[in-house]
């Protein structure tokens, strides 16, 4: 005691003499967060149980006390719709029918915890008939106007609404049909939101869209969360939540859930697709959460928890929690259920047994919830980035996809109207001939009848000709009779030209017998091409118009000062004449000659002979417009209407 005193004794001094001021408290700055809002953190821990509404004051009372034991700080309740509403729209007297409801928001307002509230079933007023009890779709006003009841009698308590549970079985929503219950989600979401953030009843709460079961697509009764999470937003629930949830189970408890990244059939697998589909459709910052998740334990012959289930039971929701916590785009998780035994919940998935003893979840749910949250490491973050990739490319090629059938069925559409213009020509003939009526109908009446008339006389040229060569090929001779007249005819259907017959083709003006013509003819110009068929005697060829190529050069006169006809039309009615005039005198062609210098026939009859026996019938096609056919000693007495002009006859 002594040495106390002595010890304390100079304390005392310095306190007594010494003026002590007080240091004054310096500010901290802490982030608050009501116990009664739900921290959107994938490390907050929350525990489902449906089995809350129904029971006692004092066992909800309990159950809460026990969660709060263990740093659980979030319910998700069940409000079921079918057992509140049973009897019709309207309130019972007394709010009775509200009774069970406040006992459970009575007692989560007293512990000052987070409240998620799943409002579903449909009471059977309210359900389409033939539907399953509860699980009718019902009309989205109706249920709209149920959650609004709820958010005004509890939008204090809760922090977040959950539209429907696992609408993607038609246990639960019929008929399974995502459009519905978009349509449903749509009527929710602006009924506690609002529009633009006002005039809803609950603007501050969050809505939750989804709780989607781990199925698999089958024949319309149940669809796989990302299938039906894909048909949403395209029936346009873009916009009208706040962050979607699934129940990744594993209903055969023997994969975990960390195992099931490249499963199909797996929880983790459909996950990542459903994020794929958010991040594709603009909702990349939106979270998913997991609003239940489980492992069901199983008795041994005693009654008991078996060890081993037990054991597993703990390994799967410890592989749960770490996975999902490991993930950038995952929210709170709730763990199903509280304790087995209960009515309204499935027996063995309670972290506790019937009599309150805890399970090895129970331990495991607390470490975890006093665990720091997990940092990521580089391999999810790889991982991560790479199924960003993945959704990106697969958007991509989907907008490929859909240009390529496009492109293709443009040029089908093209190549089927190609193959109708080359098969079908004849549904083209009407607008030809609707295309010419116009200019058909400018044709007067007098240019008809002038070429009737046209075309009448040149068949009856042409039939002149074949009775001229008829007469010709009978044996028609000249004076000399040792030469053969060559059909005019044959030398057009050869095709040759015979140079020295063009050559040697001018006859003399003076011996040429006019009986057609007028003697005062006006001459025409030289440059003309075209005879009037009009005056004409008909012609054993074609128009000159036919072989314009063919040029006949011009034979001068010196006698009559004219030139020879130029074309061949001038000398085509000439050569009419000459095959219908026997040859009298060779000495008229010795004096026509084709202006050339080295023309050697300059006496009479003798010249013409000689003349006549080197032309022999040429094999070659003759000019077409210039028949030629006779020798020189045949010249005589021809009628010529080369240059128009009436030539009197020079016979020996």
């Given at each position: 005691?002594?040495?106390?005193?002595?010890?304390?004794?100079?304390?005392?001094?310095?306190?007594?003499?010494?003026?002590?001021?007080?240091?004054?408290?310096?500010?901290?700055?802490?982030?608050?967060?009501?116990?009664?809002?739900?921290?959107?953190?994938?490390?907050?821990?929350?525990?489902?149980?449906?089995?809350?509404?129904?029971?006692?004051?004092?066992?909800?009372?309990?159950?809460?006390?026990?969660?709060?034991?263990?740093?659980?700080?979030?319910?998700?309740?069940?409000?079921?719709?079918?057992?509140?509403?049973?009897?019709?729209?309207?309130?019972?007297?007394?709010?009775?029918?509200?009774?069970?409801?406040?006992?459970?928001?009575?007692?989560?307002?007293?512990?000052?915890?987070?409240?998620?509230?799943?409002?579903?079933?449909?009471?059977?007023?309210?359900?389409?008939?033939?539907?399953?009890?509860?699980?009718?779709?019902?009309?989205?006003?109706?249920?709209?106007?149920?959650?609004?009841?709820?958010?005004?009698?509890y939008g204090d308590?809760?922090?977040?609404?959950?539209?429907?549970?696992?609408?993607?079985?038609?246990?639960?929503?019929?008929?399974?049909?995502?459009?519905?219950?978009?349509?449903?989600?749509?009527?929710?979401?602006?009924?506690?939101?609002?529009?633009?953030?006002?005039g809803g009843v609950d603007p501050t709460s969050t809505v939750i869209a989804g709780a989607l079961a781990p199925l698999q697509d089958f024949f319309g009764l149940t669809s796989s969360p990302q299938t039906f999470l894909a048909a949403m937003y395209a029936a346009g629930a873009k916009g009208y939540f706040d962050a979607i949830s699934v129940h990744p189970y594993e209903f055969n408890q023997v994969l975990k859930f960390s195992?099931?990244?490249?499963?199909?059939?797996?929880?983790?697998?459909?996950?990542?697709?459903?994020?794929?589909?958010?991040?594709?459709?603009?909702?990349?910052?939106?979270?998913?959460?997991?609003?239940?998740?489980?492992?069901?334990?199983?008795?041994?012959?005693?009654?008991?928890?078996?060890?081993?289930?037990?054991?597993?039971?703990?390994?799967?929701?410890?592989?749960?929690?770490?996975?999902?916590?490991?993930?950038?785009?995952t929210g709170p998780l709730f763990i199903y259920t509280?304790?087995?035994?209960?009515?309204?919940?499935?027996?063995?998935?309670?972290?506790?047994?019937?009599?309150?003893?805890?399970?090895?979840?129970?331990?495991?749910?607390?470490?975890?919830?006093?665990?720091?949250?997990?940092?990521?490491?580089?391999?999810?973050?790889?991982a991560e980035l790479i199924q960003k990739a993945l959704a990106q490319f697969q958007k991509a090629f989907t907008s490929f996809t859909a240009s390529?059938?496009?492109?293709?069925?443009?040029?089908?559409?093209?190549?089927?109207?190609?193959?109708?213009?080359?098969?079908?020509?004849?549904?083209?003939?009407?607008v030809t001939t609707a295309s010419l009526a116009p200019a058909a109908a400018s044709i007067s009446a007098d240019s008809l009848a002038a070429a009737n008339r046209a075309a009448t006389e040149l068949k009856s040229q042409v039939g002149g000709s074949k009775d001229s060569a008829d007469h010709v090929k009978a044996g028609d001779k000249s004076e000399s009779g040792d030469v053969k007249v060559v059909d005019a005819a044959e030398h057009e259907a050869a095709g040759a030209v015979d140079t020295k017959a063009v050559d040697t083709k001018a006859v003399d003006t003076k011996a040429v017998d006019t009986k057609a013509e007028d003697p005062k003819t006006e001459t025409p110009k030289v440059d003309e091409t075209k005879p009037d068929v009009k005056t004409e005697t008909p012609a054993a060829e074609t128009p000159a118009a036919e072989n314009p190529k063919v040029e006949t050069p011009k034979a001068e006169t010196p006698k009559a000062g004219t030139s020879q006809a130029d074309s061949p039309a001038s000398a085509e009615p000439k050569a009419a004449n000459e095959s219908k005039k026997p040859a009298k005198d060779g000495a008229a062609q010795d004096k026509s000659t084709d202006g050339k210098a080295d023309d050697k026939s300059g006496t009479k009859g003798k010249s013409g002979k000689k003349a006549g026996k080197s032309k022999k019938p040429a094999p070659a096609a003759a000019e077409p417009s210039k028949p030629t056919g006779r020798s020189n000693s045949e010249g005589g007495g021809k009628n010529s209407s080369t240059d128009g002009k009436s030539h009197q006859h020079q016979g020996a």
């Open positions: 005691m002594l040495r106390v005193v002595v010890v304390l004794m100079p304390l005392a001094v310095i306190c007594t003499y010494s003026q002590v001021t007080p240091t004054p408290p310096r500010p901290v700055a802490v982030d608050v967060i009501p116990t009664a809002e739900i921290d959107p953190a994938s490390s907050s821990i929350g525990i489902a149980d449906s089995s809350l509404y129904g029971l006692s004051p004092a066992d909800i009372d309990k159950t809460l006390t026990q969660l709060q034991s263990i740093g659980v700080q979030n319910v998700r309740v069940f409000v079921p719709w079918a057992l509140i509403k049973m009897t019709g729209p309207n309130d019972l007297a007394n709010d009775a029918n509200w009774t069970l409801m406040n006992n459970v928001m009575d007692a989560a307002r007293a512990h000052n915890m987070g409240v998620l509230a799943v409002i579903s079933h449909t009471p059977l007023w309210a359900a389409p008939s033939g539907t399953l009890p509860g699980a009718g779709a019902p009309d989205p006003a109706v249920y709209a106007d149920f959650v609004k009841q709820v958010a005004t009698r308590v809760i922090s977040a609404y959950e539209v429907w549970n696992e609408p993607n079985s038609a246990s639960f929503f019929q008929p399974m049909d995502p459009v519905k219950y978009t349509a449903i989600l749509k009527a929710v979401y602006t009924t506690l939101k609002g529009v633009n953030g006002t195992q099931g990244a490249l499963n199909p059939l797996a929880a983790l697998y459909q996950v990542q697709q459903m994020r794929a589909i958010m991040v594709q459709n603009g909702d990349s910052q939106k979270l998913i959460w997991a609003t239940e998740y489980g492992f069901q334990t199983v008795l041994d012959q005693n009654g008991v928890v078996d060890p081993t289930s037990n054991q597993k039971q703990a390994d799967f929701i410890q592989d749960f929690i770490t996975t999902w916590r490991a993930l950038t785009y509280t304790r087995d035994g209960v009515p309204g919940t499935d027996t063995g998935y309670g972290i506790f047994q019937a009599d309150w003893t805890a399970k090895l979840a129970v331990k495991v749910i607390s470490d975890a919830i006093g665990l720091p949250p997990v940092v990521v490491s580089p391999i999810v973050a790889l390529l059938q496009t492109a293709f069925s443009n040029a089908v559409k093209a190549f089927q109207s190609l193959l109708s213009g080359i098969f079908k020509p004849a549904a083209a003939q009407p």
